[in-house]
């Protein structure tokens, strides 16, 4: 059985660590509850621009003049785009999505398909860099409170790459946030945009009719020009903040399990020092009986 000093140091080491746990609790849940704002204000208009982007395009004739609505028949090159974390003690945050997207590669090698990689977050780099994975992109330091304009600068990488031929399809892999326990790895089809808008359900015959009353000024076409791009912007923002909801959500609970796992440690220390304690004043009462009788 350990002394008692060393019991005693551990202990104090112990509740060391569920400060620092109970600290890095209350950040992260102060941080989740601004970035839970955040997402749920975007995500209305998130939703409404979909919305209107499906109106437009049904409306438009000619949907083939944009690039960023062309589904190939052939697809050669897939990107696969993984939003990871820059700081890890998250659980498994960083590790589900690695996992999910090494996955899709996996999928995608097996069907003859070349695969390239843009990758968000200093975890996802550096487990992948470690794995002996190539990014095609790497982005880092920006997970902690994403910006627009950080977004928009990986959608035109994205886009670019897109146009240009080098990619025929772009997976995103990101981890929705429903609740501070609960976060669910997403994988969403980011481009073509035509699988979502020209190939959605056929509009009613009441509704074509009343779409038919809209005049749209510029045309319909301009319009969409617009606002394909500034979705593609909007649907990585989008993730951006889900996954950061969900980083200091996975983390908060993390520290908290840390916290009740230090505490149930340091109970179980202090009845292993009592125990220590106990038996060493029984020992000496022992010596003290033993010498008495030895000097009767």
């Known amino acids: 059985m350990a002394n008692i000093k060393d019991i005693s140091r551990r202990i104090k080491s112990v509740k060391n660590t569920r400060k620092t746990t109970k600290a890095m609790e209350m950040v992260a849940g102060a941080r989740l509850r601004r970035a839970q704002a955040r997402i749920e204000s975007l995500r ?3 939703e409404r621009m979909f919305e209107l982007m499906q109106d437009v395009s049904r409306v438009t004739e000619h949907t083939s003049q944009f690039p960023l609505l062309e589904v190939r ?8 785009v993984m939003l990871t974390g820059d700081r890890g003690l998250a659980g498994a945050f960083n590790s589900n999505i690695i996992r999910h997207g090494l996955l899709l590669a996996e999928e995608m090698e097996a069907q ?6 843009y990758i968000v977050g200093k975890k996802g780099v550096g487990t992948m860099r470690f794995r002996g ?12 409170r994403p910006k627009y304009t950080d977004a928009s600068d990986i959608a035109h990488r994205i886009v670019t790459a897109y146009i240009a031929g080098e990619v025929d399809q772009v997976h995103l892999i990101y981890n929705h946030f429903k609740s501070a326990v609960e976060q669910k790895v997403t994988e969403q ?14 509009v009613p015959e009441e509704e074509r009719k009343l779409q038919g009353d809209f005049i749209y000024e510029p045309a319909s076409e301009a ?18 903040l889900e996954s950061t909801a969900s980083e200091h959500g996975a983390r908060m609970t993390a520290m908290r399990n840390a916290s009740e796992n230090a ?7 202090t009845l292993e020092m009592n125990k220590a304690r106990q038996a060493a004043i029984t020992q000496e009462i022992l010596e003290v009986v033993g010498g008495a009788e030895a000097l009767s």
């Open 263 to 269: 505490e149930e440690m340091v109970d179980k220390l």
């Open 223 to 240: 319009i969409l020009a617009e606002l394909l791009p500034s979705y593609v912007d909007t649907g990585i923002y989008r993730a951006l």
């Open 44 to 46: 209305p208009y998130a």
């Open 112 to 117: 003859g398909r070349d695969v390239v990689w």
């Open 133 to 144: 994975f190539k990014a095609k992109e790497s982005i880092q330091g920006i997970t902690d």
């Open 73 to 80: 028949e052939e697809i050669k090159t897939v990107a696969v």
């Open 189 to 202: 089809i980011l481009l073509p945009l035509g699988m979502e808008l020209v190939e959605s359900a056929p």
